[in-house]
């Protein structure tokens, strides 16, 4: 099967940087992927990671290491629309996990004024 | 409306009864799926399926049953419905298999069995 950690919460101020960690142990999958929800709403997608290294995209960036099974969101530039919860996900690649979907349990950011 | 879309959008219904959660994507996608969202356990996967006619079960498919008889719907039934099932539901499409794993969400089903 596929297993997902991250924290559960992350607190920041205004203009901050924030790293959201996640850990992961799978089968085998495409990439890792990261979405964003806020209350109430539907997660939406951010980033995906195919292969090592640093993805950039404006003010969030993402990152993989297959080797460490470890990938993170970075937040820069804080604002407080970036509140909200953040999961990290894997698509499997082969035999009974091929094609799912599997998500973290997610990390409630916080960002104070 | 283009998109993915989900209804009724709030539900309210009684121990025992079936409910059904309708679920349609304008963009052929070949993958929908659906999951659940109770606090403490972020998005659990209950049913996915790849294409028309091929579903498969998740992580917690125990009194859920899918159907895909056309690519774009994806409607999701609690045969008997418990308060165990309360919750936010959410359905997903994607592409077909490759680099890009993007999935695009419904805005949600909140069920409350009472």
């Known amino acids: 099967g596929q297993s997902l950690e991250q924290p559960s919460e992350v607190t920041a101020v205004e203009g901050a940087i924030v790293q959201i960690n996640c850990t992961y142990q799978?089968?085998?999958?495409?990439?890792l992927s990261w979405y964003q929800q806020h209350d109430g709403g539907a997660p939406t997608f951010l980033s995906y990671?195919?292969?090592?290294g640093l993805e950039e995209t404006g003010r969030f960036s993402s990152f993989l290491s297959r080797s460490d099974s470890y990938g993170y969101l970075l937040l820069q530039e804080l604002q407080m629309k970036d509140s909200a919860s953040y999961f990290c996900?894997?698509?499997?690649?082969?035999?009974?996990?091929?094609?799912?979907?599997?998500f973290g349990r997610g990390t409630q950011l916080t960002v104070w004024p | 409306d283009a998109g993915i879309t989900q209804s009724p959008r709030y539900k309210i219904t009684e121990t025992g009864r079936q409910v059904t959660l309708m679920c349609h994507q304008t963009?052929?996608?070949?993958?929908m799926f659906w999951y659940r969202q109770d606090l403490g356990h972020g998005l659990r996967l209950i049913y996915y399926?790849?294409?028309?006619?091929?579903?498969d079960k998740g992580e917690v498919p125990d009194g859920y049953v899918v159907s895909r008889s056309k690519t774009e719907n994806f409607p999701l039934t609690l045969e008997s419905a418990t308060r165990s099932q309360t919750s936010v539901y959410f359905c997903?499409?994607?592409?077909?298999?490759?680099?890009?794993?993007?999935?695009?969400f419904g805005q949600g089903t909140r069920l409350t069995v009472v």
């Open positions: 997903a499409s994607s592409e077909r298999l490759g680099m890009n794993t993007e999935a695009f």
């Open positions: 799978t089968s085998g999958f495409y990439g």
């Open positions: 990671n195919a292969l090592d």
């Open positions: 996900a894997v698509r499997g690649d082969r035999g009974s996990t091929l094609g799912r979907l599997y």
């Open positions: 963009w052929s996608h070949s993958y």
């Open positions: 399926s790849a294409a028309a006619d091929i579903t």
